[in-house]
């Protein structure tokens, strides 16, 4: 898939309009921004919302930052409009995540790989986790597990990324796991982790391979199982009830970092600016807070770290999608 700079220069603004007219009503040239590439409601408007209320809580920014959305091609759209539209844009910020790293191994947004923007940092770090409705017939991963093994092409896995997105490798490691092979797994995509849980909801899909962050609110609600995390060890409150997938026989683990890119062209004063923007926002208590209240774990990697530890793991993504029989 493969996008051109004029007609990313003729839609993009169609995507952005209705975003501008819901934001700073003063916004100016000046004014911050962050791109959420998907809908809202999923785990990119999440780590978007992470930062706009983060700085403007802690003082780090002035103005209220805009939040925009730009979804389409689970990410590359908005990839591909930041290198060849705003590709030197000192204000504006993009939403990214382990996804968009497993995107970019996969050559799923067209002629751009991992080096072509500037990797800023990552505030935050989530795990995968396997959902059904609450009124489903399995109570354990085990028990789905053992149903998947009888009739792989009867359960609908649904998520919000297409076949080799992060949300799909969660299902098919998982399967993987089970002794299922991934290429027999009955997948939806959808755009977004928010459009997916109302099609869980909605009895569109019967299984939700998600974040577990994006779950939070609905924990309490009464309509959703979460049958497994794929975290190292079970996580805290809310989380203390969900057994991990590992512990039920399954070793399966799905970080999934939330962080930010800029253009390529952006000089680097910018780029510094916004590096360290992003650190002492991760060093504030208030922010500690806030980011323990959209059930995130830490994670503090900035600068070239951070930018080395994306190039890295999109190497290590390229290997794993051999592992899991996706074709290169």
């Not at 103005?63 to 959305?69: A, G, L, R, T």
């Not at 009888?150 to 089970?178: C, E, H, R, Y």
């Not at 977004?192 to 577990?212: C, K, N, Q, R, Y």
């Not at 399966?252 to 800029?262: E, F, L, S």
Request: with cysteine; net charge negative.
């Amino acid at each position: 898939m493969k996008f051109n700079s004029a007609f990313l220069r003729w839609s993009a603004p169609l995507v952005m309009g209705a975003a501008l007219m819901t934001g700073n009503a003063h916004a100016q040239s000046e004014t911050t921004e962050c791109i959420a590439p998907a809908k809202p409601g999923g785990g990119y408007d999440l780590t978007c919302r992470l930062a706009a209320n983060g700085l403007q809580e802690t003082g780090l920014i002035d103005k209220p930052m805009m939040v925009s959305y730009m979804p389409g091609g689970i990410g590359a759209v908005a990839y591909n409009h930041v290198n060849g539209v705003r590709d030197d844009d000192p204000n504006l910020i993009v939403a990214a995540s382990t996804g968009a790293a497993v995107n970019l191994a996969l050559g799923k947004f067209g002629q751009y790989d991992a080096d072509e923007v500037r990797w800023v940092g990552a505030l935050g770090v989530d795990y995968g986790a396997i959902v059904v409705k609450a009124d489903a017939p399995w109570k354990t991963l085990d028990e789905l597990m053992k149903d998947l093994k009888g009739q792989p092409n009867k359960i609908v896995f649904g998520a919000g990324g297409t076949v080799g997105s992060q949300d799909w490798m969660k299902a098919a490691l998982t399967a993987k796991a089970a002794g299922i092979s991934p290429r027999e797994l009955r997948y939806v995509a959808f755009e977004g982790g928010g459009e997916s849980l109302a099609a869980l909801l909605g009895d569109h899909i019967e299984v939700f391979t998600g974040d577990l962050s994006e779950l939070r609110p609905h924990l309490e609600s009464g309509k959703i199982r979460v049958l497994a995390s794929l975290s190292e060890e079970r996580m805290g409150e809310p989380y203390e009830g969900i057994p991990t997938a590992a512990e039920q026989g399954y070793d399966v683990q799905w970080p999934i970092w939330r962080g930010y890119y800029m253009g390529p062209d952006v000089n680097d004063e910018a780029y510094q600016k916004w590096v360290s923007k992003l650190e002492k926002l991760a060093g504030k208590e208030k922010f500690a807070e806030m980011r323990e209240a959209r059930g995130l774990f830490p994670m503090s990697r900035f600068g070239d770290s951070f930018d080395t530890y994306v190039k890295d793991q999109v190497v290590q993504f390229k290997q794993l999608a051999e592992e899991v029989g996706l074709k290169q």
